[in-house]
Structure formats: structure tokens, C-alpha cells
């Protein structure tokens, strides 16, 4: 049980540059989630996703697109790239439990734009 | 979506008590609120949830007045490995409602 993995771990884009960060788990959650964490700062949502099929803006929308593929997965691509991009990416899941539901994190993708 | 306030750092010796207070004053009646823990260069992971009164878990216990209008994070002799940025969140269990972080506090425990 990996719980929830990002690919890549670090990536260097120039400037107009697109790609896509992945993210998946295994943990048969419904809703999954995009934030941005900038030096420190604290976390802010980009999109999320409620369910499969399914996907709302966040806080931050501007400048990203996301997918959400199938139950596991959800990816967010940055079309093109602007250093005010550069951060730490961290996707993470979520699901509804009677008692008590928590987020559970990726390790993070962490993103230079020159 | 309730907005928190938390203090932006706070300093500590090993051995101590720490308690964090976060103020949610337009905390809405079916709002949990839920803490996190976030060390250096990793993605945040839960403390601890509660809804009101008092929650106690092996890690942490959540104080919440009656009034629900503030709740205090209370960690129990710390350690240096305790050293983070604590997150106070507000929202309901609606699955796949957003949640918003706020700025946390950074608590560093010194020896």
C-alpha cells in the first residue's frame, strides 16, 4: 500500500514550457486534491476533485489545467510554465468515513521555472 | 468556508508543553476541525480531529470551548522530532469538499 505517489519528484522547466505532474493512490479514495506551497508558506488549493469525473477550481486556478483520469489518478499540467510557478506541488486524497476522515499527502513535486 | 488565525511561531524547550490556539469565529455548525502536521520537505499528515470538547489520541489532544469558536492543539512533552508547522483547518465531512489551509505555526523545540 504506497498511499499516495507524485511523479516527478523535482523538475526544471524554462519558461513557456508545458508538462504534466502525476499523481496516484491506492487507497480507493473518492476525492483528491492539488495544492501549491510556496517558500514558506502555507498550502493553497489549485483544483480538486469530489469524484471521479469530476473537478472544481480551488483558490489558484490560474495557469493549470487537471485531469482527474480514473479513480486513482489525477494529474495537473501546467500549459505554460511562468516562474511564478515554481513551488512545491503536493496532491492528496480523501475520503468519507463515518467517525473521522483525514487528507492523506503525497511526498510532493518540487517545481523551478527559469 | 471558515477562515482561521494562528500564531506564526512559537518557540519551546524539549520536555514542555505546547498549546496552539487557532480562532475560527464563523465556524459553521456542521464544521470539524482537523489538525495537521507538516515537517520540512514533506506533505502535511494528520495530528489529530475533533468536533467539540476534548479529543486525546496517542499524539496530541484538541480542546474546544463550547462556543466552538477557537480550538487549542495541546502536544505533551515535546522533542526536538517535534519541530513542524502545525495546521488548524475548518470544514465539514462533505467528501470532496475543499479545505484551506492557513498560514500554520512553526513551532521549533530547542534542547
Known amino acids: 500500500n504506497a498511499g499516495v505517489t507524485q511523479t516527478p519528484k523535482f523538475q526544471v522547466l524554462k519558461t513557456g514550457q508545458s508538462m504534466t505532474l502525476q499523481c496516484a493512490q491506492d487507497m480507493n479514495h473518492n476525492s483528491m486534491y492539488w495544492y501549491r506551497q510556496d517558500p514558506g508558506m502555507g498550502l493553497r488549493l489549485i483544483y480538486y476533485s469530489a469524484s471521479e469525473g469530476t473537478t472544481d477550481k480551488g483558490e489558484v486556478p490560474n495557469g493549470y489545467n487537471v485531469s482527474r483520469l480514473n479513480k486513482r489518478e489525477f494529474s495537473l499540467r501546467l500549459e505554460s510554465a511562468a516562474p511564478s510557478q515554481t513551488s512545491v506541488y503536493f496532491c492528496?486524497?480523501?475520503?468519507?468515513?463515518?467517525?473521522?476522515?483525514?487528507?492523506?499527502f503525497g511526498p510532493g513535486t518540487r517545481l523551478l521555472v527559469l | 468556508l471558515a477562515k482561521t488565525t494562528q500564531p506564526i511561531s512559537m518557540d519551546s524547550y524539549e520536555g514542555q508543553e505546547v498549546n496552539i490556539t487557532c480562532s475560527h469565529n464563523?465556524?459553521?455548525?456542521?464544521?470539524?476541525i482537523t489538525w495537521y502536521q507538516q515537517f520540512p520537505s514533506q506533505g502535511p499528515r494528520f495530528i489529530i480531529q475533533?468536533?467539540?470538547t476534548k479529543v486525546t489520541n496517542e499524539v496530541a489532544s484538541l480542546f474546544i470551548p463550547a462556543d466552538r469558536k477557537s480550538s487549542t492543539l495541546s502536544l505533551p512533552r515535546v522533542s526536538l522530532s517535534d519541530t513542524a508547522v502545525y495546521y488548524c483547518?475548518?470544514?465539514?465531512?462533505?467528501?470532496?469538499?475543499?479545505?484551506?489551509f492557513g498560514g500554520g505555526t512553526r513551532v521549533l523545540v530547542k534542547p
Open positions: 475533533g468536533y467539540k
Open positions: 492528496a486524497s480523501r475520503d468519507r468515513v463515518p467517525v473521522q476522515e483525514t487528507q492523506y
Open positions: 464563523n465556524i459553521a455548525t456542521n464544521d470539524y
Open positions: 483547518l475548518v470544514g465539514d465531512k462533505t467528501a470532496g469538499n475543499k479545505l484551506t
